[in-house]
């Protein structure tokens, strides 16, 4: 295949990958001020609680956080992924899960504060 060709597609396809990557984040964050905005805990389904964690899980590298929400967020989702990994029973999740009232209710406060600033993207550089 000729070389301009080749360069051609790999920059399409590269090109795709950081649009779909930088859309999909644009979306996940509308979704966590969607259903944080106004939210009061008690509202608050455990599917979008889930949603919060797995967004946190993907993206807590590119949304400004204070030091205090970014070690909250990163205790979520610590103790998310060591419960996921106990939790197959014959290679299924198991029902139930680890979302005991004082952790549901910490992942919803941090979800409020996140939405109320409306989950800022990280600068690079910083002061």
Not at 18 to 24: E, H, K, R, V, Y
Not at 28 to 52: C, G, H, M, T, W
Not at 85 to 90: G, H, I, M, N
């Amino acid at each position: 295949m000729n070389p301009t060709i080749s360069l051609s597609c790999l920059v399409v396809i590269i090109g795709s990958l950081l649009w779909t990557a930088s859309a999909d984040f644009d979306t996940d964050r509308q979704r966590v001020i969607e259903y944080f905005k106004n939210a009061d805990p008690s509202s608050v389904s455990d599917s979008q609680v889930l949603f919060l964690v797995e967004f946190l899980s993907k993206h807590i590298n590119d949304i400004e956080l204070t030091t205090e929400q970014r070690a909250r967020a990163e205790d979520i989702v610590k103790q998310y992924n060591e419960d996921k990994s106990k939790r197959l029973v014959e290679g299924a999740p198991a029902q139930g899960g680890w979302i005991t009232k004082l952790v549901r209710l910490i992942i919803v406060q941090l979800g409020i504060e996140l939405a109320s600033e409306g989950v800022k993207k990280a600068t690079k550089s910083k002061d």
